[in-house]
């Protein structure tokens, strides 16, 4: 049986803010910047809860061969009308795989994935591993994953998730810890929001 993840728990209002923010032309493309540096010229990424795309479709305009995965299809839907050009399909992390990938008709192996925007408090209780171990089936051998969440959770909805006890999961699951930041323009310092930014490998 499925256990639902804590974001099909709870209302959130992110696509709705996603597309009031992209019309009002503020920068939603910072985690993609970063994102950027990580790949190879014409990287392939997958963007791992891509939500509305924003990230995902970033990196395909940067030059990337970029795939987004959601369980929400709402959230899908939307981001098939923002950026039509962009492949994106109802997947749950949990079950991401070379099969279910190619199923998809999405590539099976990624120089990088992109799992931010708080995905990562998002998911189903106790499914951290395992969407982590999945993930590592799909990275290339010098590949790398970046994740990015709030430590304290973002609303009722979420978990808090201590950035040490996200690494443990990690390194439980076939990832081992390359750097660590506080934001996306690298500050290592803590700031009042305990924001965590990791980039992993492949260990
Ligand atoms: C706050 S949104 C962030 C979306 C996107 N990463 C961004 O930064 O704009 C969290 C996303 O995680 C997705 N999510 C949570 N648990 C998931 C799971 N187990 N499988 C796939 N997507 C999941 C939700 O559907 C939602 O789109």
């Not at 993609?32 to 395909?60: K, S, W």
């Not at 799992?115 to 010098?142: P, Q």
């Not at 443990?168 to 305990?194: K, N, V």
Request: proline share 5%; glycine share 10%.
């Amino acid at each position: 049986m499925t256990v639902p993840s804590r974001w099909e728990q709870g209302h959130h209002g992110y696509g709705a803010r996603f597309a009031q923010l992209l019309k009002d032309g503020v920068d939603i493309t910072g985690e993609a910047r970063l994102a950027d540096t990580l790949l190879p010229r014409g990287g392939t990424v997958l963007d791992a809860g891509c939500g509305m795309g924003r990230i995902a479709a970033a990196l395909e305009a940067a030059g990337h061969d970029a795939y987004g995965v959601d369980l929400d299809a709402e959230l899908l839907e939307q981001a098939g009308r923002t950026y039509p050009a962009l492949p994106v399909a109802e997947l749950r992390l949990e079950d991401v795989s070379p099969d279910s990938l190619a199923a998809q008709e999405f590539p099976t192996s990624y120089d990088l994935i992109v799992c931010v925007g708080n995905v990562m408090v998002f998911l189903a209780e106790r499914s951290e591993r395992n969407v982590l171990r999945a993930l590592r089936s799909v990275i290339t051998d010098r590949g790398r994953l970046l994740v990015g969440f709030h430590q304290g959770g973002v609303n009722p909805a979420s978990r808090s998730y201590p950035a040490e006890e996200f690494i443990a999961d990690a390194e439980a699951s076939g990832w081992q810890l390359e750097s660590r930041f506080a934001t996306y323009d690298l500050r290592p310092e803590p700031g009042e929001d305990s924001f965590f930014v990791g980039i992993l490998r492949a260990a």
